[in-house]
């Protein structure tokens, strides 16, 4: 019978709530707390611990997970009082899986040290599709040993779960992975706004284009929902043009040009000043449609 543990999970939003389900689902013991406590009702009902702060949900854990949304939520739940920090026990392995900076990853790593645990930066590729199918790719920076540590845990979320080097590591590969994501948006839009704009259907195109080499991950799931009109987010647009501004950052302090991303910011500034914020990123194709 596998191992099971108790883990910790903090965040539970569009692809939290699924991740720290397959969890629960393997028989893990798990311990939740979300800023919006109704995001978590399912995971209790099926068994999972409500905690009222980070702290307690890592308190008696051996894992803590995280996935929330931006950099200083993953400050706050780390370093506040009340968070991971200072309440995890010795020897449990922290593991941020939000998309967030490869600095703020290697400080949480030097705390984790310092207090007699050890940290992992996980970001991950998949969008809900792959969170609700537990096929992310996780990209990992920390020590080996920890990382193997965590790989039974990590290996229930995805399938394709790689150590990339030390602390940060793992940012860095994500902002690597969101610069071809956000440039390969533009891409399948571009297209699909030339073919209705020279009288092709643009669903019919779609089956020819997206078996070929143009091919890719978000032209296959992503631009049928935005030729049905279905913005839903899978991942929200302001958690795009987040991660697009910690990628040129990390491409500047890098001495890295990226035009493309650069224009890839432009498109979607322009959606969030129509009020698309809070709609998934295939709405980026209502910048191009005719």
């Known amino acids: 019978m596998p ?45 999972a611990k409500w905690c009222r702060t980070a702290g307690e949900a890592a308190g008696e854990a051996d894992f803590v997970i995280t996935m929330v949304g931006y950099p200083s939520d993953v400050e706050e739940v780390y370093f506040a009082p009340s968070g991971i920090l200072e309440n995890a026990r010795g020897g449990a392995v922290l593991i941020d899986m939000t998309t967030s900076s490869a600095r703020l990853a290697e400080r949480i790593a030097h705390a984790a040290e310092a207090r007699g645990c050890r940290a992992l930066d996980a970001p ?71 073919g209705a704009a020279a009288g092709l259907d643009p669903a019919v195109m779609l089956t020819s284009i997206s078996g070929g080499a143009a091919g890719s991950w978000a032209m296959t799931n992503l631009a049928p929902r935005a030729l049905a009109g279905n913005f839903a987010p899978g991942f929200y647009v302001k958690h ?29 500034d322009r959606v969030v000043a129509a009020g698309g914020a809070d709609c998934g990123t295939q709405a980026i194709y209502r910048v191009y449609a005719p």
């Open 240 to 268: 795009m043009l987040k991660d697009i501004g910690i990628a040129l950052a990390c491409a500047a302090e890098l001495g890295v040009d990226t035009p493309g991303l650069a224009t890839a910011k432009a498109a979607y």
């Open 3 to 47: 191992e099971t543990h108790t883990i910790g999970f903090i965040g539970t939003g569009v692809m939290g709530r699924s991740m720290a389900a397959h969890l629960l689902q393997a028989g893990h013991r798990l311990r939740v707390f979300t800023r919006t406590p109704a995001k978590a009702a399912e995971l209790v009902a099926k068994g």
């Open 124 to 194: 991950v590729s998949g969008g809900d599709v792959g969170a609700r199918e537990a096929r992310l790719a996780i990209m990992v920076g920390g020590e080996e040993t920890a990382f193997e540590q965590a790989k039974p845990v990590l290996a229930l979320l995805g399938k394709n779960v790689v150590r990339q080097g030390g602390p940060g590591a793992g940012q860095y590969c994500k902002m690597a992975n969101q610069i071809a994501v956000a440039v390969g948006m533009l891409a399948w839009a571009e297209a699909l706004a030339l």
